[in-house]
């Protein structure tokens, strides 16, 4: 039972941010002000589905289902777990400021390394759960060194997101001029490495989701330079095929036949 709800805070983690996407694709980002975590009236907002509310109430469920890991099953991933809970909170507060334009964007880069250190330290317990040799450290090591530089790719991701500041258009980036368009370019490049790196790998199942998430990246830059303060649905959709190339990696990191 311990693990089937490792599964449920997966999801709700991954419903997060892709939330996220959608507060940003929809110019909510700062529709609750710089208070954080909450205003006295968030579920009265969320009821009225402002996807910001309703992304601090499902990640608020996921700090709980965290804690209460680290209570009652106390180790090494369901520490990390909590760990990377926490600093995804702190770190959502950051990009509120960040923003508001008081905080550089890297901090929105962070963010997005613990939201997705989140939703995968919960998928992997779920799968060791199933019985499958789950090694968290080798996880995060191999996310970080070559050949493939995931949490690069999603650092530079949200640098791009934190100099937009949910408002700025990113611009013609064939002949890259401000600082947006080369980490737009230095994200893209990181992308090209990636899929790559998963084709030497043999991890097909991972370059068929990158390969898609790169087609929808391009969408989002199209949409955002067409109104960059609501460029729309893709930039959720754009979360979501970034999840789905997490959950690759890792099935195909651990050997799961689909």
């Known amino acids: 039972m311990i693990y089937q709800i490792s599964i449920v805070a997966a999801l709700l983690a991954g419903l997060t941010i892709v939330l996220g996407g959608i507060v940003e694709g929809y110019g909510y980002g700062l529709s609750l002000g710089t208070n954080w975590p909450y205003t006295r009236n968030i579920m009265e907002l969320a009821s009225k589905k402002d996807p910001e509310a309703i992304h601090r109430i499902s990640a608020t469920i996921v700090g709980l289902i965290a804690l209460g890991y680290v209570i009652i099953y106390p ?147 199209d949409t955002i330079n067409r109104n960059s303060a609501k460029p729309g649905i893709s930039v959720g959709l754009h979360q979501l095929f970034s999840l789905l190339v997490v959950t690759a990696i890792i099935i195909n990191s651990l050997g799961i036949a689909i």
């Open 75 to 221: 180790s090494l991933i369901t520490a990390i777990g909590f760990s990377a809970v926490v600093a995804t909170a702190l770190l959502g507060m950051a990009t509120l400021y960040v923003l508001a334009g008081k905080l550089p964007s890297y901090f929105q880069g962070l963010h997005d390394i613990a939201a997705y250190t989140t939703y995968a330290v919960y998928l992997l317990l779920f799968l060791e759960g199933l019985g499958y040799h789950v090694n968290i450290l080798s996880f995060m090591i191999d996310a970080v060194v070559p050949p493939h530089f995931l949490y690069f790719v999603i650092f530079m991701g949200g640098v791009v997101t934190g100099m937009r500041k949910m408002k700025f258009e990113i611009g013609n980036v064939t002949r890259p001029k401000n600082a947006i368009q080369i980490s737009w370019v230095l994200h893209s490049i990181l992308a090209a490495i990636f899929i790559i790196a998963v084709a030497i790998l043999h991890y097909w199942l991972t370059l068929v989701f990158t390969a898609i998430e790169i087609g929808v990246g391009l969408f989002v830059y």
